[in-house]
């Protein structure tokens, strides 16, 4: 039996997995790296199927994790792709209330936004029309964030990965059937090989409940997978906004509301979506392809028991935004956006992804921030959604200087 070793196993070759390498590598820790990959190449999960929206840090509560490094990390990784001459549209982001009695949370996110560093203005109607003719705000008020911009996902995590390897991390895809020893700080391949490490990453996004499990760890926590199917605006279209237009979110819900972004092509296609349609499966992409039943059945009994209890306003998130697959409510939310945008102006696009939402069987509720939890020798990255592609930089130094024990990497 073949046997290697190594000092930092990463379980996981999406944004933060990449991420945590790329730091290790940086800071001079170790270069003695192994990531292993279920797939046969990376980027098919979140980290190439994210909206690729650098976001500024304006919706999250000031001391959370993702407050902590969303500013931080949109400014590296936007560094990082303008260096690399990647695609990026510096386009920023306009937030609106779709409804009059919404105006107040402007209030709210401009000031967690500032809290957490980031830079806001308020825009009247005047100016929100100068940036998008056809928007509207119910209020006559808009919020700005000139520092929001889009990439594209998939490139950043292709050449991260190029990047990596040329630096000598070991990468191991299409690798699915490993089995843990954590006493033994080491994993079976499939192929009967043992990798001995001296710390693990698990970094499995849509995955990383499970593979916590197996570990032990985070065993009052279960994924609660949410897909995100996107529309987009016919190249056609009389209506093209060359910024993003977001509207405000519920803030109870981890979830930003249908919102317009052009992508950073040289000529931009303009995204409606994503939704956050429940999903039936961990990878529940398309139809009934990947639907996992036994999953289904928990968790449709699961929405059904919060909407009941209404925990987190859950009534309120059913009621405007479980439905907005169906392509009139979908068209809906997106007119409270821009009045004008008819049927004939969007076509379904190709793109989905499901986010690695978590759910607290403990509190009963959705977990809104980022997990870092601890293992024997080994850290576990939980609930890693929306903002963690922005973030990763700034979000795999946290975690190698306060959810990794010391004495795992010396
Ligand atoms: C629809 C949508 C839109 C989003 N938009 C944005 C956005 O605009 N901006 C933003 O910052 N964030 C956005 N996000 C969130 C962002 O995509 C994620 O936070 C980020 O990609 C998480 O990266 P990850 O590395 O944790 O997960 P992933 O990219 O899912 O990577 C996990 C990897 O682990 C591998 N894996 C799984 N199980 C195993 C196993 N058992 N063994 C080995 N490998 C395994 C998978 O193959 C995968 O490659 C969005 C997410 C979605 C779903």
């Not at 100068?130 to 700005?144: F, H, M, N, Q, V």
């Not at 079976?188 to 490490?197: E, V």
Request: some cysteine; charged content about 20%; aromatic content about 6%.
């Amino acid at each position: 039996m073949n046997s290697h070793q190594c000092d930092v196993l990463i379980l996981g070759g999406g944004m933060v997995g990449l991420s945590i390498a790329h730091q290790l590598l940086e800071r001079q820790i170790t270069s003695s790296i192994t990531i292993i990959d279920k797939e046969p190449e990376l980027g098919r999960h979140s980290s190439g199927r994210n909206s690729g929206v650098l976001h500024a840090g304006l919706y999250y509560k000031p001391g959370s994790i993702k407050a902590r490094v969303c500013v931080d990390g949109a400014r590296r990784l936007r560094a990082w792709v303008e260096e690399r001459g990647l695609p990026i549209n510096p386009c920023g982001k306009v937030i609106v209330p779709p409804r009059e009695e919404l105006d107040g949370q402007l209030e709210v996110l401009a000031e967690r936004g500032r809290a957490n560093g980031a830079t806001v203005e308020f825009f009247d109607d005047q100016q929100l029309h100068e940036l998008i003719p056809e928007a509207r705000s119910a209020s006559g008020r808009a919020l700005w964030s000139p520092n929001t911009a889009v990439v594209k996902p998939l490139k950043v995590v292709q050449r991260l990965q190029q990047e990596l390897q040329q630096q000598g991390v070991q990468l191991i895809t299409a690798s699915p059937g490993w089995r843990a020893q954590p006493e033994e700080c080491s994993i079976t391949l499939s192929d009967s090989s043992k990798l001995s490490y001296g710390h693990l990453y698990n970094c499995a996004g849509l995955q990383a409940d499970r593979v916590a499990h197996q570990f032990g760890v985070g065993l009052n926590y279960s994924l609660l997978p949410f897909k995100g199917l996107y529309w987009q605006l016919k190249p056609d279209c009389p209506i093209q906004p060359r910024t993003n237009l977001y509207p405000v979110p519920d803030l109870d819900i981890p979830f930003l509301g249908v919102h317009f972004t052009p992508s950073a092509e040289a000529t931009p296609l303009v995204s409606i979506g994503p939704t956050a349609t429940p999903a039936w499966g961990r990878e529940n992409y398309q139809g009934l392809v990947g639907i996992e039943p036994g999953m289904a059945a928990a968790n449709l009994a699961l929405l059904a028991r919060q909407y009941l209890a209404n925990r987190g306003g859950f009534r309120r998130y059913v009621h405007e935004q479980a439905f907005l697959a169906l392509p009139p409510l979908l068209l809906k939310a997106a007119q409270e956006l821009i009045p004008s945008v008819r049927a004939e102006h969007i076509e379904i696009s190709q793109k989905v992804g499901i986010r690695s939402q978590l759910f607290n069987r403990l509190t009963q509720r959705l977990e809104d921030d980022f997990l870092c939890l601890p293992g024997l020798s080994s850290t576990h990255v939980l609930n890693a959604i929306s903002p963690a592609f922005t973030a990763s930089f700034a979000l795999a130094d946290l975690i190698l200087d306060e959810a990794t024990p010391r004495m795992d990497l010396a």
